[in-house]
């Protein structure tokens, strides 16, 4: 029955002080000290974040690497570690990077919207303005152009923007 608990089973589990073994000391099957570095970060109940962080980076230059982050800080370390393993196995060669470059293209891509809508944004007030002129009669002292007359182009960042060239005024 190997789905039922019996003694063995909460003996083996159970340190002498009655607490479970953590993640890391039940896997490598060592018993779990009361200042075992590893035991805050990686719970009994989830052996699979400590299964992934071991095979990439190895138990001990883990616990090694948490001892040199300051206390406050170990437990956002431990979930960076336990996110760049989990990516590692899930992409031995990108790992998180794969993310990063998802984000950033989506930045990318919101980035170039918002500067073609800030550019459509100017074509349709410059028209508004023509209009205006052409109902009220009187010249206006800005420029105008055509809103059928812009010309569209990428500039150094590779952003699309509006072509105001001077031909067209």
């Known amino acids: 029955m190997s789905g039922s608990f019996s003694a063995s089973n909460i003996f083996l589990q159970s340190n002498s002080n009655g607490r479970r073994r953590c993640a890391a000391c039940k896997y490598l099957r060592r018993r779990c000290s009361q200042d075992c570095i590893l035991a805050p970060y990686f719970h009994h109940s989830q052996p699979e974040r400590f299964v992934c962080v071991h095979r990439i ?3 001990s230059n883990v616990a090694r690497m948490l001892e040199h982050v300051p206390t ?3 437990a956002q370390a431990a979930d960076t570690i336990a996110t760049e393993a989990y990516m590692r196995m899930e992409d031995p060669v990108y790992g998180c990077t794969t993310i990063i470059a998802r984000l950033q293209h989506e930045i990318h891509k919101a980035q170039n919207e918002l500067a073609m809508l800030k550019a459509h944004i100017t074509i349709h007030k410059a028209c508004q303005q023509q209009q ?4 009220s009669g009187q010249p206006s002292n800005q420029l105008m152009f055509p809103a059928e007359e812009a010309h569209w182009g990428m500039d150094d960042n590779g952003l699309l923007l509006p072509d105001f060239s001077p031909n067209l005024f």
Not at 132 to 135: A, D, G, R, S, T
């Open 57 to 59: 980076f190895g138990a």
């Open 72 to 74: 406050h800080n170990r």
């Open 132 to 135: 205006l002129q052409n109902i």
